[in-house]
């Protein structure tokens, strides 16, 4: 049951903290001075001009694009950008007019309707994912009970975008980067589903105000985390480790962007791309990544919530430093790891993931069945907490010792001979 | 189902739907038929949303969108020298007609007969899906579990090469 | 009903322009699927007509031409071609000269397995972060080259009978920094790499090379250690006086990628080790001997090979008592290093075929000349 | 102007009898095999909207069938791409009409 979220907020039209709050107080003014349907018109204005604020430009545009390229820039020991504007702020928009100027070439046996059309589907769910996600206590834009289904159903539709991108191109590379994706989709939507089940089972029923809450609502979930002072991520590690793999695989983040990946298949998909139909692709990227960033904050880290500490500063600020703290995750392995081959992939989803996703939501369901016969004690989840943390980080070991992990038997130092001579077969090399 | 607004979106969906699905046996090149029917489960899933069935409807994107249009592409993928032609058989226009005549058939009855319906919509969520499948209907929903498991199993088999086979038989 | 596969093999070029060719190096692959079932290397994109053009300059303008072959280790290419030109002539190098010599060629191996260790993670995927990392080290390296001999690239510092010019008073204490900041990048290029699952997954296993086919396909350098064998110029044949430094071979096991990675890695410790001792007896005196601009050597024929940092670099140099050398050939450890690459790639996917090229590490200037 | 009951089947009547003309008349295996799909996702619009409309003790009946159907189809396509791609291997084909190894 989906809680009513206007019983959360504050009454007074004063109260700052939330957006929301200031854009009701002026719609009630207007609703009583101005005709009849011009209020909507105002409330749907009022939306648009404060979600373009807050999410497209800073973060899209000034924190994904510019952040991203000044983060990795720190890590590789160089400075990003820094010649455009102060700091290299403006870099982005720079670079935005830089792709709108560019010729947008289409190869003479391509596919022409297709592949233009293909960015702009890609671009479609990478905004409609924004829908659902809980800003603050009344900033959402839609409701839906079904929110984190609504969320995976919209995450699996740019994959057919970039398959249609990759296969209208008629280059190989393309259809190499075309196949990867289709085969990594299949592969990684499961254990995807599989992890946020876990988190599903551990709010869904949970007692709160009454009522109780629905854990396919992500609104919800936010509400859990603030009635229990805990995030989920405590209770669920192991869940959110496996979104977030299987996130930046289907992101094609660089530890699994096989297919795009560069120094293999060109540029995979986008080889034949040039222009802002590059450049669509290239920020819905990141918007996506976003996207998937603020799922997880509302999903794993409680959203809008911060122990108390939502009283007083806006519940949106805290939101997005949160989306922008598991960001900077994407951007850290993307500038640390290098990239798995392909079947590798496959092969660790399937026989890593899935079972470790299937043992989490076992477990969890065993903890859920103990929490509502203990009549949802609250001192009982962090006992849960503390007990998945172990339990999870002994699973994740306890089943890579099992498929073969052993890092003790893999030499990382060459053999060292004082003279040269032939073929020194190994462990014979002490003699010498 | 009054209001301007639905009447839009039902007319715009099942436009959607009909357009993109007479598109799938109209286009020549089979990837161009996969992808007028991922359009028109796209606008099934909202005429779902339509009828308040928000669960079905995002099920239905997730399932036939996210894995079987995806498994489609990848069929179509694997077989490349059959290429991409979506033609029609010798037998395509009795098929058609006998289509066409059943569809006749199906839009007399529907505007033949006299529905009686409730304008308000039942309280059908997730939550109640569940309870039925796991109370009334839980011996099919054991039973779609194990025919899944042995799809699985029978895909996989199916699509080994013989190689493949041979290096399971000797390991 | 017959049970044969049928299966699509098509043609997938990489190359020449390509993000890992490292240059203009095609390979011409037939793929069925991800999995590469023929690979052939087509080479010459590159070619200038070296050893031809050499046959019209003198001995001592040949120098620069080497600095282009293998145009990341220039020190490393004049001293072989010098070392060749001075057992034509018979030339004695002062012992000054060889120990500058010993110092620059050995600096040069630590920037050219920079380059190599960084591009070849590069190969793996790791976007751009070792290879930021390495240029980051080997920027002080190029330094030292540029306050010695004016340049940063294409050096041209090796003259025939020792070296160009004396050693500034900055060398040594650049030298010095170099000696101090290596050992802690090499650590941490361990701790970003050999230590990394992901890495060893990618490296592990893939383009292994038997010692048996590494020396008959007669590799060397790092490809040949990387399969165990343990075979060093600098050993075998020492030249420049390798012989009185106290060094070791680093040998890997089973002569996969990151085998040939950690022998890399080894491999500049151990280059480190000799710049300390050289440094530390660095002799006094002439810095070379006097030599005639217009060199004539006796007539006869000469084959000098020095360990570069990619194998095995012979000058082959035959007189007519000419100006100009009669006949000039250079054996490049990249191309015959290559020659391996079609063993390595058949039967991999065309990631693994990435990787393996990356292991080779070759330079296409040296390859095509 | 309202929506009713008969615009919901007639646009499910209307794909089913799309869906089953493609069946019957693509000469790709693939193709055919998208026929079914939306014969089948007609069939769930249907259930839906007699779910929806119909007087009923238990409505929710209609959405449990549905998902059973989604279930199904799902393992049928999984098992027909799988039949498609193995007859391919050793045909070379998808063509239904060149499925004639039973004719001797």
Redesign the interface.
């Known amino acids: 049951?989906s809680i009513p979220v206007l019983a959360l907020a504050t009454d007074h039209w004063y109260d700052l903290r939330d957006l929301a709050n200031i854009s009701d107080a002026i719609l009630d003014g207007a609703d009583k001075v101005l005709p009849f349907g011009i209020v909507y018109v105002l409330a749907a204005l009022i939306g648009f001009v404060a979600s373009f604020l807050i999410f497209v430009l800073p973060s899209q545009l000034y924190l994904g694009v510019y952040g991203e390229r000044k983060i990795?820039g720190r890590?590789?020991?160089?400075y990003g950008p820094n010649r455009v504007g102060p700091f290299g702020l403006l870099q982005p928009i720079a670079d935005a007019v830089k792709l709108l100027t560019k010729e947008a070439l289409t190869p003479k046996e391509s596919?022409r309707a297709?592949m233009y059309v293909a960015p702009i589907i890609f671009v479609m769910p990478a905004v409609l994912i924004f829908a659902v996600i809980p800003f603050g206590p009344r900033m959402v834009f839609a409701n839906?009970?079904?929110s984190l289904?609504?969320f995976?159903?919209?995450s699996?539709?740019p994959?057919?975008a970039t398959?249609?991108a990759g296969?209208s191109a008629n280059n190989?590379?393309s259809?190499?980067g075309?196949?990867r994706i289709?085969?990594m989709?299949?592969s990684y939507?499961v254990p995807l589903?599989m992890a946020l089940l876990g988190a599903v089972v551990v709010t869904s029923g949970a007692p709160y105000a009454g009522d109780f809450l629905?854990g396919?609502a992500l609104q919800d979930m936010v509400l859990w985390s603030r009635e229990f002072h805990i995030w989920v991520v405590f209770v669920q590690p192991l869940a959110l480790v496996i979104y977030f793999i299987c996130v930046s695989a289907e992101l094609n983040r660089?530890?699994t962007?096989?297919a795009e990946?560069?120094?293999?298949?060109?540029a995979g998909y986008l080889t034949e791309y040039s222009g802002m139909k590059w450049g669509l692709f290239y920020g819905m990227d990141i918007g996506y990544a976003l996207g998937a960033s603020a799922f997880a904050a509302t999903v794993f880290l409680g959203g809008w919530t911060f122990f108390g500490l939502e009283k007083w500063v806006p519940p949106w600020m805290i939101f997005i430093g949160k989306t922008h703290l598991f960001y900077f995750l994407f951007i850290w392995t993307?500038?640390?790891?290098?990239?798995?081959?392909?079947?590798?992939l496959m092969a660790f989803a399937w026989k890593f993931l899935l079972p470790l996703a299937l043992f989490n939501i076992f477990l969890v369901a065993t903890e859920r069945m103990i929490w509502s016969s203990q009549d949802y004690a609250k001192g009982l989840i962090y006992v849960f907490a503390v007990v998945n943390i172990a339990v999870s980080i002994a699973a994740v070991y306890g089943w890579a010792r099992f498929l073969g992990?052993r890092?003790e038997n893999?030499?990382?130092?060459?053999?060292?001979?004082?003279?040269?001579?032939?073929?020194?077969?190994?462990g014979s090399?002490a003699n010498? | 189902m009054d209001g301007g607004g639905i009447v839009f979106a039902f007319y715009v969906l099942a436009a959607v739907t009909l357009i993109s699905a007479a598109g799938v046996l109209v286009s020549r090149d089979l990837l161009h038929a996969v992808l007028f029917l991922i359009l028109t489960f796209v606008g099934v899933a909202g005429l779902f949303v339509l009828l308040s069935a928000d669960f079905i409807a995002m099920a239905q994107v997730i399932i036939y969108v996210g894995a079987i249009a995806v498994l489609i592409l990848f069929a179509v993928l694997l077989t490349p020298r059959a290429g991409r032609n979506n033609g029609e058989t010798k037998f395509a226009l009795p098929g058609i007609l006998l289509a066409v005549c059943l569809a006749a058939v199906f839009l007399f009855v529907i505007h033949d007969v006299a529905w009686t319906t409730n304008d308000e919509a039942p309280v059908l969520g997730a939550d109640q899906l569940g309870e039925a499948l796991l109370t009334t209907w839980v011996l099919p929903f054991e039973i779609a579990s194990v025919l899944l498991t042995a799809a699985l199993v029978g895909a996989i088999m199916l699509a080994r090469t013989p190689q493949e086979e041979a290096e399971d038989a000797l390991a | 009903m017959t049970q044969t596969i049928k299966s699509e093999p098509f043609i997938l070029n990489i190359g020449p322009q390509h993000p890992s060719t490292h240059g203009v190096f095609r390979i011409k692959a037939t793929v069925d699927g991800e999995k590469v079932i023929e690979a052939e290397m087509v080479m010459g994109y590159l070619h200038r007509s070296m050893e031809k053009l050499a046959e019209e300059r003198t001995y001592t303008q040949n120098i620069p031409f080497t600095d282009r072959t293998d145009y990341l280790s220039s020190m490393s290419n004049n001293l072989g071609y010098c070392l060749a030109v001075e057992k034509l002539a018979s030339i004695e190098v002062p012992a000054r000269g060889n120990a500058i010599r010993v110092i620059m060629s050995e600096l040069q191996r630590l920037a050219s397995h920079c380059m190599a260790i960084g591009a070849f993670a590069n190969d793996t995927g790791a976007w751009q972060t070792p290879v930021m990392w390495a240029f980051r080290e080997r920027e002080k390296i190029l330094d030292i080259f540029e306050v010695t001999s004016g340049a940063r690239l294409t050096c041209n510092y090796m003259r025939i009978g020792g070296v160009a010019f004396d050693l500034r008073p900055q060398f040594e204490p650049m030298v010095r920094k170099v000696l101090n900041d290596f050992p802690p990048f090499l650590q941490e290029m361990e701790d970003l790499l050999s230590g990394n699952e992901i890495f060893l997954s990618r490296t592990r296993g893939v383009g292994v090379l038997s010692p048996e086919m590494a020396t008959n396909a007669s590799l060397s350098g790092p490809m040949l250690r990387g399969s165990g064998v343990a075979w060093d110029l600098r050993k075998a044949d020492p030249y420049c006086g390798y012989e009185q430094y106290d060094f070791d071979i680093p040998i890997g096991y089973q002569g996969d990628s990151f085998d040939r990675f950690i022998v890399r890695l080894e491999e500049m410790r151990q280059s480190l080790h000799i710049i300390q001792q050289a440094l530390d007896g660095l002799p006094s005196g002439p810095h070379s001997t006097q030599v005639p601009l217009a060199l004539r050597p006796p007539k006869g024929e000469a084959y000098a090979r020095i360990e570069s940092p990619r194998g095995e670099l012979g000058y082959y140099l035959v007189s007519d008592e000419g100006p100009a050398p009669y006949r000039f050939h250079i054996r490049p450890p990249s191309f015959i290093n290559l020659s391996a690459l079609r063993e390595m790639t058949v039967g991999g996917t065309v990631a693994d075929a990435i990787v393996v090229l990356g292991s080779i590490d070759i330079v296409v200037g040296e390859i095509d000349r | 102007m309202s929506i009713g009951i008969e615009h919901f089947l007639t646009v499910g009547a209307l794909v089913f009898c799309l869906g089953l003309g493609i069946a019957l008349s693509k000469r790709n295996a693939i193709g055919v095999l998208m026929g079914v799909e939306l014969m089948l996702n007609a069939v769930n619009l249907t259930l839906i909207t007699f779910s929806r409309f119909a007087t009923s003790e238990r409505p929710i009946a209609g959405h449990t069938f549905v998902v059973f159907i989604i279930t199904v189809a799902a393992a049928e396509a999984a098992v027909a791409l799988a039949l498609a791609v193995s007859v391919y291997r050793n045909r070379e084909t998808v063509d239904v009409d060149q499925f004639n190894l039973l004719r001797s």
């Open positions: 049951m990795i890590i590789q020991s160089r596919d297709v839906v009970p079904v289904l609504y995976m159903a919209i699996s539709l994959v057919i398959f249609m296969w190989k590379y259809l190499f075309a196949m289709v085969a989709a299949i939507e589903v629905n396919l660089t530890p962007d096989i990946a560069e120094s293999e298949i060109v993307r500038g640390t790891l290098p990239r798995l081959r392909s079947d590798q992990y890092p893999t030499p990382v130092r060459p053999r060292l001979v004082k003279n040269a001579g032939g073929y020194i077969p190994v090399e010498r």
